[in-house]
């Protein structure tokens, strides 16, 4: 198994994104580990994850019944449905584990989700921890901090 | 063309049917937070977010900029949160410690943390100009405040139906949830979810004992879980998640039988008999402790209170059995703030917590599946009501005209978990305290 390179680790989060905004949650799902999460802390700096609330925990389970409910006939939130747009600043590679197979990159991005004439704004970083596997790297951990993490917010109905 | 005009507002409420005014006019939102939201008790907070002497919780009753402080001698207090001099909320939004007094840090105003006020700089700028009469010299006024078990509430008005009278026995289920502490004490914990949603406060409170919409509108949410979670492969032990999704998606008569109990004054709850919170996993180490504390009969009695939604008119629901509080704050007509609290038993296994926080996040936050199935029906619904092909708003559903005859019985009554009487009753208790210090003026 070839360690990855800081490139390849790069277009790995580039291309997650273009999953989203190609509104391909299916191939999006499957770049998680089995284990995988989807994180999204409820305050700044959070780590505590049991005992204090978040925005999203998600294990691969629950971004399936997400993705499904997406495609749902009596899903009414989604008639018409969310469409979004992530803008990325070049990802850093933060950690390398080439021995363990695990690496940690950090995006700043720029998130709009929009429904019929409605389009919010949102501002943060993703820290992806990836995993390298024998079906190529996988998405252990993907935390999504906002910058305005604890603010009231209306429907996020899609994924950072 | 309602101030002043209490007939007019009596007018809004029909046996089985409301108008749709009292949930798309600005100016019956103004007049709820004059008289409504003065009249009742209103949530403020939770004891626990002021600990110590000096610390205090900014937050808002209705419309009006409030400040919850712990006193001295160990009481809480509610105070109009601003300054006498030029009117700047003396206290920042959220929880802090004040220190011994309120200084306004516009121009050094300090008050005590009971409101009276202390100092003024260059104090003898205000000799011989009668400050002494002015509404100033009597500091930041007090909000009539009762703290029971922990939970602390205003009355705006200085005068009015007292705690006891407004809330009778819906207190039990406030009981019942600090009762499953083994301490007999609930803390604020894991932090605040706030949901912003664009509607009339009232669909929220509406929707809370609205039984006849889980299996239709969240069929998408709890009903995929379920879907999902039949793919897994025999045997996988079921997740937490799907044990406090599915109940979501019961059948119509598991809703019948679960009953509703409705009190005076706009208080009531669905889960009398059975509910969904009735039948998750036992947490290990939980009866022990709760066994420990009361005794196994009282502990038997005290867990076996499954309550669902417990509605206190005007703007709070309580979740007994999962220890979650949703305060629905108003903005505006068609604008409410809803928070969703969570509280940790004290005395009781971690556990319980993480499950009542991960109901939070799975159902009450603004990424929730089962919340962005709700807002968009409570949208709609304000959308819908600008119709003018019908002014009406169907509360009938197993209306009998002897439920006027029943209340008050302070025991409240129990009816059929898909009866719209909570629904009625919300409305009946919103003329009450419209009215209640509403003069007829002379317009009308």
Redesign the interface.
């Known amino acids: 198994m070839k360690a990855p390179s800081n490139q390849d680790l790069i277009d790995f989060v580039l291309h997650e994104a273009r999953l989203l905004d190609d509104l391909r949650f299916d191939d999006w799902l499957a770049l998680f580990a089995d284990d995988g999460r989807y994180w999204m802390p409820l305050a700044r700096g959070q780590t505590e994850r049991r005992l204090h609330c978040s925005l999203m925990d998600e294990d691969t389970l629950l971004l399936k019944v997400r993705i499904e409910r997406l495609h749902g006939q009596r899903t009414f939130s989604q008639q018409p449905a969310s469409r979004c747009h992530h803008l990325l600043q070049q990802p850093t590679v933060e950690s390398r584990d080439d021995a363990g197979g695990i690496y940690v990159t950090r995006t700043a991005f720029h998130y709009v989700e929009t429904r019929q004439d409605e389009q919010q704004l949102y501002a943060g970083w993703a820290t992806h921890t990836l995993r390298m596997t024998d079906d190529g790297l996988r998405i252990a951990l993907k935390r999504v901090d906002l910058v305005n993490c604890d603010a009231a917010f209306g429907n996020i109905q899609l994924f950072m | 063309m309602y101030r002043d005009n209490p007939d007019a507002i009596a007018a809004l409420v029909r046996d089985t049917e409301v108008h749709k005014d009292c949930y798309t006019s600005p100016e019956l939102f103004q007049l709820e937070m004059e008289h409504l939201f003065a009249n009742t008790w209103v949530y403020v907070g939770h004891a626990s977010q002021v600990p110590n002497a000096g610390d205090f919780y900014a937050t808002t009753l209705g419309d009006q900029p409030v400040v919850m402080v712990r006193q001295p001698d160990g009481s809480v207090k509610v105070l109009h949160n601003r300054c006498l001099h030029k009117g700047v909320k003396v206290a920042p939004d959220g929880a802090g410690h004040a220190g011994r007094h309120f200084r306004c840090p516009y121009h050094a105003w300090t008050y005590k943390l009971d409101g009276a006020l202390q100092s003024v700089p260059l104090r003898q700028g205000y000799d011989h100009t009668g400050f002494e009469h002015c509404e100033a010299s009597r500091g930041m006024p007090q909000v009539t405040t009762r703290v029971y078990r922990d939970f602390v509430f205003g009355r705006l008005a200085p005068t009015g139906v007292s705690f006891e009278d407004y809330f009778g026995e819906s207190l039990s289920t406030l009981d019942n949830m600090v009762d499953r502490s083994p301490e007999g004490r609930l803390e604020v ?10 509607c009339n406060w009232k669909m929220l409170v509406d929707n809370q004992t609205d039984t006849c919409h889980p299996m239709v ?1 969240h ?3 709890a ?3 379920v ?3 039949k793919q ?1 492969p025999e045997g996988t032990p079921k ?1 937490m ?2 044990e406090l ?1 599915a109940p979501f998606v019961s059948p119509y008569e598991f809703f019948e039988k679960m009953g509703i109990r409705v009190w005076d004054n706009g208080h009531g709850h669905t889960g009398v008999a059975d509910s969904i919170h009735a039948a998750y996993s036992p947490v290990p180490g939980y009866w022990e402790a709760m066994a420990a504390a009361y005794g196994e009969e009282r502990a038997k009695q005290i867990l076996g209170e499954v309550r669902h939604n417990t509605v206190y008119f005007p703007n709070i629901m309580v979740k007994g059995p999962i220890q979650t509080l949703r305060l629905f704050k108003p903005i505006a007509a068609d604008r409410t ?1 809803v928070e969703s609290w ?1 509280f940790r038993l004290v005395g009781a296994p ?1 556990l319980l ?2 499950r009542t ?1 991960m109901y ?2 799975l159902i009450n ?3 929730s ?1 089962v ?3 709700d ?3 409570y949208e ?1 619904a304000q959308q819908g009501l600008l119709s003018r092909g019908t002014d009406w708003i169907n509360v009938a559903r197993l209306f009998d005209p002897a439920e006027f005859g029943q209340l008050p019985d302070p025991a409240g009554v129990v009816t059929n978990g898909t009866n719209e009487w909570q629904m009625r009753n919300q409305m009946r208790a919103w003329v009450r305290y419209m009215t209640a210090s509403m003069k007829q003026g002379a317009a009308a």
């Open positions: 914990a894991g932090g605040v979810l706030r949901y912003l949603h664009r509108a069929e998408s949410s009903g995929t879980a879907r999902v979670w897994a997740p998640a799907v999704f703030l969570t971690d917590l993480e926080l939070n996040r936050a603004p990424t599946v919340g962005h199935d807002l968009e029906m709609r």
